[in-house]
T-cell receptor, first 115, second 115 residues
Framework: SQTIHQWPATLVQPVGSPLSLECTVE??????LYWYRQAAGRGLQLLFY??????ISSEVPQNLSASRPQDRQFILSSKKLLLSDSGFYLC??????????????FGQGTRLTVV | GNSVTQMEGPVTLSEEAFLTINCTYT??????LFWYVQYPGEGLQLLLK?????DKGSNKGFEATYRKETTSFHLEKGSVQVSDSAVYFC??????????????FGQGTTLQVKP
């Protein structure tokens, strides 16, 4: 079965520091991949999605960027973190690009606190 | 745009109590609807889904019915257990014609079940 490895589980970073969160996929190839974020009191908001290597779509303007250097690797980055970047970040995948009701699979998430 | 609204938590119940977590949505077209659950320390897992109006999704004693007339997908369980303590997310597929597998989530509802 397909799984996503996402790390670290928690992270505390100072304002202005860089960020790199990585997730890797096992058990499937050529998935769609997604980065979601949940800020306090809000729902999970889609930040980026990728349908293939080097293909990134951004959903909301922000201080973050994403990259997909390999089929099963999806990276979320920032050059300089802001306090407002604090939140819960979740990597997700979708194993088929066919019917939209195929099941997504998720990593465990990273709780980022910017201080 | 499409959106999902869930009842705010936390919801605290005694074991064997009846559970309802309300979820309503706004969407164009005919999205699929999902309930995801996140147990402490774990990633999101699909709990149940419904792909068209009047479908009932069910799993582990949980049920939800896709109500197009009321744009709702309320989660119910007749008798909760301590092991059901988790965060529950309602979501819909938001693909339009692009078939990208994007999901729109509610803000999540924390359920605490006490023995």
């Amino acid at each position: 079965s397909q799984t996503i490895h996402q790390w670290p589980a928690t992270l505390v970073q100072p304002v202005g520091s860089p960020l790199s969160l990585e997730c890797t996929v096992e058990g499937t190839s050529n998935p769609n991949l997604y980065w979601y974020r949940q800020a306090a009191g809000r729902g999970l908001q889609l930040l980026f999605y990728s349908v293939g290597i080097g293909q990134i779509s951004s959903e909301v303007p922000q201080n973050l960027s994403a990259s997909r250097p390999q089929d099963r690797q999806f990276i979320l980055s920032s050059k300089k973190l802001l306090l407002s970047d604090s939140g819960f970040y979740l990597c997700a995948g979708l194993k088929d690009r066919g019917p939209v009701n195929t099941e997504a699979f998720f990593g465990q998430g990273t709780r980022l606190t910017v201080v | 745009g499409n959106s999902v609204t869930q009842m705010e938590g936390p919801v605290t119940l005694s074991e064997e109590a009846f559970l309802t977590i309300n979820c309503t949505y706004t969407a164009t077209g005919y999205p699929s609807l999902f309930w995801y659950v996140q147990y402490p320390g774990e990633g999101l897992q699909l709990l149940l889904k419904a792909t068209k109006a009047d479908d009932k999704g069910s799993n582990k004693g949980f049920e939800a019915t896709y109500r197009k007339e009321t744009t709702s997908f309320h989660l119910e369980k007749g008798s909760v257990q301590v092991s059901d303590s988790a965060v529950y997310f309602c979501a819909l597929s938001d693909d339009g014609s692009s078939n990208t597998g994007k999901l729109i989530f509610g803000q999540g509802t924390t359920l605490q079940v006490k023995p």
